[in-house]
């Protein structure tokens, strides 16, 4: 039975469906993948080996080069895809489970921000450890569609 994966965008809005193996994950650094992401890096996953079904809406999508499109929900904005001739990459936190898509490759390290590789270096905390925001956060009620359908 060919393994399957769900996800989708923050407000549920736009859902979709894996059947078959994930490619390899990734990290991309090149600036118009921080545009899109507006984020430092994009993390994604090919799905060009596998059937990627939309079950609930399909994103809206941005011609960001003569090559590439990038989905995204239309109404929440989360990045979803990053479509190339050569196949479908989806976002990796896109998944309801993400945690064992690892990424195993860096692209784009020209874009590299000088700091990303110092990150691991930097004080952690969870959510509620931060003092000054946990007033804040003990208020916060999630509009965020669950990991699952």
């Known amino acids: 039975m060919a393994e399957v994966r769900t996800g989708g965008c923050q407000c549920g809005a736009v859902r979709f469906r894996v059947?078959?193996?994930?490619?390899?994950g990734s990290i991309c650094h090149c600036r118009m993948c921080q545009k899109a992401y507006g984020n430092v890096f994009a993390p994604l996953v090919s799905v060009r080996e596998a059937m990627l079904l939309w079950t609930k809406a399909e994103p809206k999508r941005f011609q960001s080069s003569n090559l590439?499109?990038?989905?995204f929900c239309p109404d929440c904005g989360t990045p979803l895809t990053y479509e190339a001739p050569d196949g479908v990459a989806l976002s990796i936190a896109a998944?309801?489970?993400p945690t064992d898509i690892a990424p195993v490759i860096q692209f784009g390290t020209e874009g590299r921000l000088p700091w990303v590789n110092g990150l691991h270096n930097l004080p952690e905390r969870t959510t509620l450890e931060d003092v000054e925001a946990a007033p804040f956060l003990d208020k916060l009620i999630s509009h965020q569609h669950p990991d699952h359908d």
């Open 19 to 24: 059947e078959g193996e994930l490619g390899h």
């Open 95 to 97: 998944f309801d489970d």
């Open 68 to 71: 590439v499109q990038r989905g």
